[in-house]
Nanobody
Framework: QVQLVESGGGLVQAGGSLRLSCAAS????????MGWYRQAPMKQRELVAT???????NYTDSVKGRFTISRDSAKNTVYLQMNTLNGEDTAVYYC???????????WGQGTQVTVSS
């Protein structure tokens, strides 16, 4: 089992920044990819950004140039720096870790990000 604990969500004005953190603990497997997903009201959960433990990153188009994902392997923690936030970024953000090829997949409890205009 792997436990993921997210932090850093909150309320921010449009144009502002937030930094999300997700700490993994337990039986962490490798190789893996950690990432952030989000789900806005009445919408499906969507990928925001991912980062493999080899450092390869991937972003959805709508956050490129504004969000940066990073990892601290020593702390088993993944971060999401979110800049120039807008109303469309309002959602519950979920941390995820999955094995690169095995069916091992865990989710955090989610953290709310609300961007006010």
């Amino acid at each position: 089992q792997v436990q993921l604990v997210e932090s850093g969500g909150g309320l921010v004005q449009a144009g502002g920044s937030l930094r999300l953190s997700c700490a993994a603990s337990g039986s962490i497997f490798s190789p893996n990819v950690m990432g952030w997903y989000r789900q806005a009201p009445m919408k499906q959960r969507e990928l925001v950004a991912t980062c493999t433990n080899g450092g390869r990153t991937n972003y959805t188009d709508s956050v490129k140039g504004r969000f940066t994902i990073s990892r601290d392997s020593a702390k088993n923690t993944v971060y999401l720096q979110m800049n120039t936030l807008n109303g469309e970024d309002t959602a519950v953000y979920y941390c995820n870790i999955k094995h690169l090829w095995r069916a091992q997949d865990y989710w955090g409890q989610g953290t709310q990000v609300t961007v006010s205009s």
